[in-house]
T-cell receptor, first 116, second 114 residues
Framework: EAGVAQSPRYKIIEKRQSVAFWCNPI?????LYWYQQILGQGPKLLIQ????????DSQLPKDRFSAERLKGVDSTLKIQPAKLEDSAVYLC??????????????FGPGTRLLVL | AQSVTQLDSQVPVFEEAPVELRCNYS??????LFWYVQYPNQGLQLLLK??????LVKGINGFEAEFNKSQTSFHLRKPSVHISDTAEYFC????????????FGTGTKLQVIP
């Protein structure tokens, strides 16, 4: 079974530029999560999708971050414009369902972003 | 609101020695508890989870954790570590109802010394 795929793996941009990350979850997983992991900290949930609907985006900085999951499968996370403090690893995870709260989340390898 | 505290940011231990990584949580409702491991340049992988039932949970790679409700703890243990256990370990808590919302601790880096 293929795991969660993310691209790119690494990205370096200058502040005020825009950047986009892509995630392909495990086939059949209805729930998709985007996390931000700043160096030295644990992952912080940015947004959670159930199919193509948003379940939780309370910690997403909506003035600069956006995410979509148009067909309920792949997802993209965009930052525009980027700030220095956005430097982090962006992790994508998926689970079969978030309604069954016991579901295990499966994580991708992450995209490491450096904003100069 | 729920939170997780991992007091030890780094834990060095000699190979074949036992190790305990500490985790305390805070929540006003019933919770599920998890331990994840993150190897360098990789995503997180589930080690074990406590949902209900027996308070001693066994996971992959010889790890186990014990849920202690009175002390609100979920410490991770391994009786004999291997070099390959060198990684960062995250404790996490999830609400036990509705949509799953997981809160992670800040992580503990386990450094196994040969």
């Amino acid at each position: 079974e293929a795991g969660v795929a993310q691209s790119p793996r690494y990205k370096i941009i200058e502040k005020r530029q825009s950047v986009a990350f892509w995630c392909n979850p495990i086939s059949g997983h209805a729930t998709l999560y985007w996390y931000q992991q700043i160096l030295g900290q644990g992952p912080k949930l940015l947004i959670q999708f159930q199919n193509n609907g948003v379940v939780d985006d309370s910690q997403l900085p909506k003035d600069r971050f956006s995410a979509e999951r148009l067909k309920g499968v792949d997802s993209t996370l965009k930052i525009q414009p980027a700030k220095l403090e956005d430097s982090a690893v962006y992790l994508c995870a998926s689970s079969f369902s978030s309604l069954a709260e016991k579901e295990t989340q499966y994580f991708g390898p992450g995209t490491r972003l450096l904003v100069l | 609101a729920q939170s997780v505290t991992q007091l030890d940011s780094q834990v060095p231990v000699f190979e074949e020695a036992p190790v305990e990584l500490r985790c305390n949580y805070s929540s006003s409702v019933s919770v599920y508890l998890f331990w994840y491991v993150q190897y360098p340049n990789q995503g997180l992988q589930l080690l074990l989870k406590y949902l209900s039932g027996s308070t001693l949970v066994k996971g992959i790679n010889g790890f186990e954790a014990e849920f202690n409700k009175s002390q609100t703890s979920f410490h991770l243990r391994k009786p004999s570590v291997h070099i390959s256990d060198t990684a960062e370990y995250f404790c996490a808590v999830s609400n036990s109802g509705g949509y799953q919302k997981v809160t992670f601790g800040t992580g503990t880096k386990l450094q196994v010394i040969p």
